[in-house]
């Protein structure tokens, strides 16, 4: 069935450093791709989305490339802050009639000044 | 506005007791999904509804499990006899009709002692 690998934390980076965060899929057909941020005490927030293959997602310094040949959606930003610190995670929907979500593990990103 | 709302945010109960948990999704959102998070672990889907219908129940893991969405709107949860391997966080997540972006709340934690 599908599934999402992500890579697993923490990760541990300095303000203003550069993030990847690495998400590979496997699905049949073409899912959406997803990443979703969960900062401490909060719910899960939709951060940016890809639809089809080489599509770029962004929002908040973050970007995504759904990547069809190396079936891949790493999240990147070019220079985090603290205020970044949270638990990322990628996810997939899938090509039934219900569109529910298939997520990875998460990887939790700590940002020190 | 409102977002969604999962009440309790926390219960704890005892091996063998019935418990209920409730979400209120956003007004007017058509479609509902419950996932469940273990520790360490992404959500995992349990149920869709899309309107009052149970649409894909593919994810309960077994028939202590069961959800209702009478009135199109509010659902609950309901987990019988329940066992200490029960114990995650129960999220619930609307979107306006499937395809949508999805929003969660910020979950239910079990506990069971």
């Known amino acids: 069935g599908d599934s999402v690998t992500q890579m697993e934390g923490p990760v541990t980076l300095s303000e203003e450093a550069f993030l990847t965060i690495n998400c590979t899929y496997t699905?049949?057909?073409?899912?959406?791709l997803f990443w979703y941020v969960q900062y401490p005490g909060e719910g899960l927030q939709l951060l940016l989305k890809?639809?089809?293959?080489?599509d770029k997602g962004s929002n908040k310094g973050f970007e995504a490339t759904y990547r069809k040949e190396t079936t891949s959606f790493h999240l990147e930003k070019g220079s985090v802050q603290v205020s970044d610190s949270a638990v990322y995670f990628c996810a997939l929907s899938d090509q039934s009639n219900t569109d529910k979500l298939i997520f990875g593990t998460g990887t939790r990103l700590q940002v020190f000044p | 506005g409102a977002g969604v709302s999962q009440t309790p945010s926390n219960k704890v109960t005892e091996k063998g007791k019935y418990v209920e948990l409730r979400c209120d999704p956003i007004s007017g959102h058509t479609a509902l999904y419950w996932y469940r998070q273990s520790l360490g672990q992404g959500p995992e889907f349990l149920i869709y509804f899309q309107g009052t219908g149970a649409a894909d129940d593919s994810g309960l893991p077994n028939d202590r499990f069961f959800a209702v969405r009478p009135e199109g709107s509010v659902s609950t949860l309901k987990i019988q006899r329940t066992e200490r391997g029960d114990s995650a966080v129960y999220l619930c997540?609307?979107?306006?009709?499937?395809?949508?972006?999805?929003?969660f709340g910020q979950g239910t934690r079990l506990t069971v002692v």
């Open positions: 890809a639809t089809k293959a080489d």
């Open positions: 997540a609307s979107s306006p009709q499937r395809g949508t972006e999805a929003f």
């Open positions: 699905a049949t057909g073409y899912p959406s």
